[in-house]
């Protein structure tokens, strides 16, 4: 069965260090969102992707975050300088319509240190 | 906006027994979903079961059901059989319909199940 992976699941970082989390949606889907959840808090959307534009995003989703597909299968999200408070667990989602269902990937739990 | 209310912050069942899990939520759109997603302590996100508001019947999947009343805007999630590995905590989720575009979940603060012997 057809699944969203992530990469890696584990990052450590230095607070003002940038990092970039990856996804690989599943193949035949066409918008692509990206979560966080704070250790012990409920699931934040940061922002929808579709046709290769921002459909949607948070305020949380500031100047320091930035998504890209640069090629056909992978959806990056880019945190420019990351702070202590973007420690969290982050999540990809793909689904193949406007009112599909999404399906997650495994997660990336980043650590800012 | 949406929002999503969980008020039951932990709750357990024993093996074997049913269990029903709350979940209301306030909306002023008439069309829209509703998720259940549970997360084991793997910390994945897995779906288990979806609502379409349109539909009066509730949705089943196996051993899990749902109660949808949309005029109370209450959508509970009933867990019959427990067993051992459903023991996650669970969120509710709710999307929007109708926006033309992808649309985002919005997730309440969840509920940890404990299922035991």
């Known amino acids: 069965e057809p699944e969203v992976t992530q990469t890696p699941s584990h990052q450590v970082t230095q607070m003002g260090q940038e990092v970039i989390l990856r996804c690989v949606p599943i193949s035949n889907h066409l918008y692509f969102y990206w979560y966080r959840q704070i250790l012990g808090q409920k699931v934040e959307f940061l922002v929808s992707f579709y046709n290769n534009e921002i459909s949607e995003k948070s305020e949380i989703f500031d100047d320091q975050f930035s998504v890209e597909r640069p090629d056909g299968s992978n959806f990056t999200l880019k945190i420019r300088s990351t702070k202590l408070e973007d420690s969290a667990m982050y999540f990809c989602?793909?689904?193949?319509?406007?009112?599909?269902?999404?399906?997650f990937g495994p997660g990336t739990r980043l650590l800012v240190l | 906006a949406q929002t999503v209310t969980q008020s039951q912050p932990e709750m357990s069942v024993q093996e074997a027994e049913t269990v029903t899990l709350s979940c209301t939520y306030d909306t002023s759109e008439n069309n829209y979903y509703l998720f259940w997603y549970k997360q084991p302590p793997s910390r994945q996100m897995i779906l288990v079961i979806r609502q379409e508001a349109y539909k009066q019947q509730n949705a089943t999947e196996n051993r899990f059901s749902v109660n949808f009343q949309k005029a109370a805007k209450s959508f509970s999630l009933k867990i019959s059989d427990s067993q051992l590995g459903d023991t996650a905590m669970y969120f509710c989720a709710f999307m929007r319909s109708n926006t033309g575009t992808a649309s985002k979940l919005t997730f309440g603060t969840g509920t940890r199940l404990q299922v035991t012997l």
């Open positions: 989602a793909s689904c193949a319509g406007v009112e599909e269902t999404q399906y």
